[in-house]
């Protein structure tokens, strides 16, 4: 069955980054789409980024110019650089994959989930 494992949450100062790891195991199928979602305290999971399966890339605007999604050497591996982080960037950071997900910015679209890594930035 399909899993996937996070890693690399962590608290940081603001101005400061982190890097998440996630990698799906259990398929032998071909490339996924993966995506980053987060959610904060009190607020719905909102997107972050993905990576298509094509490798196109899209971004949140509230991600963009300060995140970097990017898939590893292994198949089915993603990365998110956070720079310049922020207070408002506190959340759990979700890893989500899919074949083909209809939508890429929407969470009803994908199929598979990580546990979720919790990033705090401290003021």
């Known amino acids: 069955q399909v899993q996937l494992s996070e890693s690399g949450g962590g608290v940081a100062q603001t101005g400061g980054s982190l890097r998440l790891s996630c990698a799906l195991s259990g398929s032998t199928l071909g490339r996924y789409a993966m995506a980053w979602f987060r959610q904060a305290p009190g607020k719905n999971r909102e997107f972050v980024a993905a990576v298509r399966e094509d490798g196109r890339i899209y971004y949140a605007a509230s991600a963009k110019g300060r995140f970097t999604i990017s898939r590893g050497n292994v198949m089915n591996t993603v990365y998110l650089q956070m720079n310049s982080l922020k207070p408002e960037d506190t959340a759990v950071y979700y890893c989500?994959?899919?074949?083909?997900?209809?939508?890429?910015?929407?969470?009803?679209?994908?199929?598979?989930w990580g546990q979720g890594t919790q990033v705090t930035v401290s003021s």
């Open positions: 989500a994959a899919d074949e083909r997900p209809y939508e890429y910015y929407s969470d009803n679209y994908y199929d598979y």
